[in-house]
């Protein structure tokens, strides 16, 4: 499994992964210390521009293993589950804009998470699935012919509306029925959200696109309580052979958290 570190646009209102470096020092500093990619929440369409992004990590003899959508709703407040079906058509196209950013950046996923929305008082929970079930559907077709696959994440009840766990994750994807759309698991929500994450691995089974590593506080893995050994082992049992990626708050600062993170995924994904 290769190992990427999350990356966010400075001055992205994204609370998660903030870095005060510029998109060029990160990604020298993630090579650096030994990652073999990341991964980019741009701040919008095109910020980063994704060739350049491309340019910036093959100069460094890394990847870009994903593309994060989360801007559209942080910063733009646009969600697949918004009664307005406007707004809908509006999320739908920047979440295609992501898709043709990866194909440019070669990035093989576009992870697909609070952009889902949270429930409105007016909407029923199948009201908003049905929605949010036809917007993955409308950018899982453009994926496929882009060839980038969508990973839909499980993520905890107090930053999105629905879709929380693996099971719930997986009806979603099923009724999809697309190739294209996957799942991404993330160890700090399924901390909250799963029993167990490492059967919840096991159950997304063949349908696991991408995965994320954070500890219960959303720092580097081994700074908080979540036990990483038998999530690593459903990894590996499950044949999984994607990207692990740190989205994790670099703190004290960059350097060391991302050193630490990753020292720890790969002694854990080893096994060792």
Same mark, same amino acid.
């Given at each position: 499994?290769?190992?990427?570190?999350?990356?966010?646009?400075?001055?992205?209102?994204?609370?998660?992964?903030?870095?005060?470096?510029?998109?060029?020092?990160?990604?020298?500093?993630?090579?650096?210390?030994?990652?073999?990619?990341?991964?980019?929440?741009?701040?919008?369409?095109? %910020? $980063? &521009? !994704?060739?350049?992004? /491309?340019?910036? *990590?093959?100069?460094?003899?890394?990847? +870009?293993? #994903?593309?994060?959508?989360?801007?559209?709703?942080?910063?733009?407040?646009?969600?697949?589950? %918004? $009664? &307005? !079906?406007?707004?809908? /058509?509006?999320? *739908?196209?920047?979440?295609?804009?992501? +898709?043709? #950013?990866?194909?440019?950046?070669?990035?093989?996923?576009?992870?697909?998470?609070?952009?889902?929305?949270?429930?409105?008082?007016?909407?029923?929970?199948?009201?908003?699935?049905?929605?949010?079930?036809?917007?993955?559907?409308?950018?899982?077709?453009?994926?496929?012919?882009?060839?980038?696959?969508?990973?839909?994440?499980?993520?905890?009840?107090?930053?999105?509306?629905?879709?929380?766990?693996?099971?719930?994750?997986?009806?979603?994807?099923?009724?999809?029925?697309?190739?294209?759309?996957?799942?991404?698991?993330?160890?700090?929500?399924?901390?909250?959200?799963?029993?167990?994450?490492?059967?919840?691995?096991?159950?997304?089974?063949?349908?696991?696109?991408?995965?994320?590593?954070?500890?219960?506080?959303?720092?580097?893995?081994?700074?908080?309580?979540?036990?990483?050994?038998?999530?690593?082992?459903?990894?590996?049992?499950?044949?999984?052979?994607?990207?692990?990626?740190?989205?994790?708050?670099?703190?004290?600062?960059?350097?060391?958290?991302?050193?630490?993170?990753?020292?720890?995924?790969?002694?854990?994904?080893?096994?060792?």
């Amino acid at each position: 499994m290769k190992l990427s570190l999350y990356l966010t646009t400075p001055g992205s209102r994204f609370w998660a992964a903030q870095s005060p470096l510029a998109m060029p020092e990160a990604i020298a500093l993630a090579a650096r210390l030994g990652y073999d990619g990341v991964e980019v929440m741009p701040r919008d369409a095109g %910020d $980063p &521009d !994704p060739a350049e992004l /491309r340019a910036l *990590t093959a100069r460094q003899g890394i990847e +870009v293993m #994903a593309i994060a959508t989360g801007y559209i709703a942080v910063e733009h407040g646009l969600t697949f589950s %918004d $009664p &307005d !079906p406007l707004v809908r /058509r509006r999320a *739908t196209d920047a979440v295609r804009s992501c +898709v043709d #950013a990866a194909r440019l950046a070669e990035a093989p996923v576009v992870s697909v998470g609070v952009v889902r929305g949270k429930l409105r008082g007016d909407v029923t929970r199948e009201e908003a699935l049905s929605w949010l079930a036809a917007c993955l559907c409308d950018c899982g077709h453009h994926a496929a012919a882009q060839g980038v696959r969508l990973a839909v994440e499980p993520v905890n009840r107090y930053e999105a509306g629905l879709v929380h766990t693996v099971e719930e994750a997986l009806d979603l994807v099923e009724s999809v029925g697309l190739p294209s759309v996957g799942i991404q698991v993330d160890t700090f929500h399924m901390n909250i959200e799963e029993r167990s994450p490492a059967e919840a691995v096991l159950r997304a089974g063949p349908h696991l696109a991408h995965v994320h590593f954070a500890d219960s506080n959303r720092r580097a893995p081994g700074w908080g309580h979540v036990d990483f050994g038998p999530i690593a082992s459903a990894l590996r049992e499950a044949g999984y052979a994607g990207a692990v990626g740190l989205e994790i708050d670099l703190d004290p600062d960059v350097e060391s958290a991302a050193r630490a993170g990753l020292e720890f995924a790969r002694r854990i994904l080893e096994g060792s």
